[in-house]
């Protein structure tokens, strides 16, 4: 310890001195312990009595060199009294409290690093997390653009095989006589499908690209954290139109649509946002009616609110489950397949319309989930 401890007998002599006190008296004494430095030696006159008296004395003492000690004097009146003397060095006190205090700085800035490396790391967590919201949402106009470009090189293929066969009667001595020929390849070939189908594809594949284009763009807004989207007054029917366009893809092979539409005011909304709403919760039905089954669409219109119902007739979802499916990562679908995050995505997204989804499922029957959303913005949203 860096404290003097002494003791002593009631008759003065010395029972008990540790290192520090022998280094401490031969520093501030003009002599030590061991030669002649006594109790009364070391004290102000009062001292001791007033210890005698009240069982402790304690007081400054002051030497030369700026040095000084602060002792404590214990009294014990047992066995014919003793004295226990404790000693502190005020210099050393002072350097250890100056000592205290540097370090404490020093943990200071040392925890203010640490607190920014943590949120660093936050960030570089939820740009995780951002970039595999990306990935699900590009995923889908990805997978569609593609099966189109397949549809698309088929029908380029007959297309080629038509002018093929016109080539071919035109070379011909008697093209009039190849007609016949020409119009039951454009029969076989199916090209008045393809005249229809090609234009569509393409819109639809442009569609696709552009969302792919409008996603990025969010991205580097987002990492520039200044998203600048508009607000603007939306047929929701045409976003709900559009949407099932792009993914009707995946729901055509099981799903039968019902649509029950009803008048909707145009709705101050973020469009495209709404329409990566519709998307998710549309997908989620299709994947859940397994082999086959019907979806719902239905909107409605009550006071200043409308509302937009997908139900499905899938196997609901658990009691259980029902509180966790709007987290993020909550998933029960196998790895790859689902990420969790739509509808977490969906929740914030409706969130900042100032609306909410509603969710009714019953095991067995199939689930509804309901949009609410405000007609119009409060004031300072919009
Ligand atoms: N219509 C539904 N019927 C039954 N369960 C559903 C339905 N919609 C969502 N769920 C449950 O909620 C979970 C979370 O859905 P969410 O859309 O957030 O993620 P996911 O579909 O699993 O993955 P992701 O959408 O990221 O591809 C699903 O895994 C599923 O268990
Ligand atoms: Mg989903």
Redesign the pocket.
Known sequence: MFEGLLVFRGDGTRAYANDAAHALCRACYPRDLDHGLTLELMLPRDALPQAREAGHWSGHLSFGQGSMLLVHVYFHPAEGGSFLLLMQDLQRIRAYEQELLRRHAELNVRLTAAQEKLLQAEKLASIGQLA??VA?EINNPIGYVHSNLGSLQEYLHSLFALIDAYERALRSPDPRAMLAEIDETRERLDIDFISRDLPQLMTESREGIERVTRIVKDLKDFSRSERDESWKLVDIHAGLESTLNIIWNELKYNTTLEKHYGDLPPVECLPSELNQVFM??L???G???GERGTVRLSTGHEGDQVWIE?A?S????PPE?VQ??????????PVG??????????YGIVAKHHGRID?D?TLGE??R?RIVLPVRQPKAAA
């Open positions: 595999a919201g699900h998710n919760i997908i989620n039905a994947q859940a009616i997908i499905d899938g196997p609901g979802i489950a966790k499916i709007f987290d993020p990562f909550f998933t029960t679908k397949k689902g990420t969790g995050l739509g509808l977490s995505i969906s969710v499922s199939g689930s989930f």
